[in-house]
Nanobody, 119 residues
């Protein structure tokens, strides 16, 4: 079970950190990712991380601004959002156990956390 949190209202150019807490002690076995979906748009992959945290992958739209990380001891994954833009506004979802990393089908999903970036 995954629980996403940390969303809210942020000004463009500010920063925000999302968290995704896992309740399963096998959390550290899973590759994971953050996805987002804006109203009227398809869901898109934002960032992905390997089970150990040693490999990361970013969508071009967030590269250089967002950072994905994880703390397996705390069963938590993070998305540090720096310099967000209004078009980053979306519901953000965390996911685990992909059949095709980085942004293929995932077996486990958290509920969304809303991020709204004001200009």
């Amino acid at each position: 079970q995954l629980q996403a949190s940390g969303g809210g209202l942020v000004q463009a150019g500010g920063s925000l950190r999302l968290s995704c807490a896992g309740s399963d002690r096998t959390f550290s076995n899973y590759d994971m990712a953050w996805f987002r979906q804006a109203p009227g748009k398809e869901r898109e992959g934002v960032a992905a991380i390997s089970y150990s945290g040693s490999i990361t992958h970013y969508a071009d739209s967030v590269k250089g601004r967002f950072t994905i990380s994880r703390d397996n001891a705390e069963n938590t994954m993070y998305l540090q959002m720096n310099y967000p833009k209004p078009n980053d506004t979306a519901a953000y979802y965390c996911a685990a156990a992909p059949s095709n990393w980085p942004f293929g089908r995932y077996d486990f999903w958290g509920q969304g956390t809303q991020v709204t970036v004001s200009s």
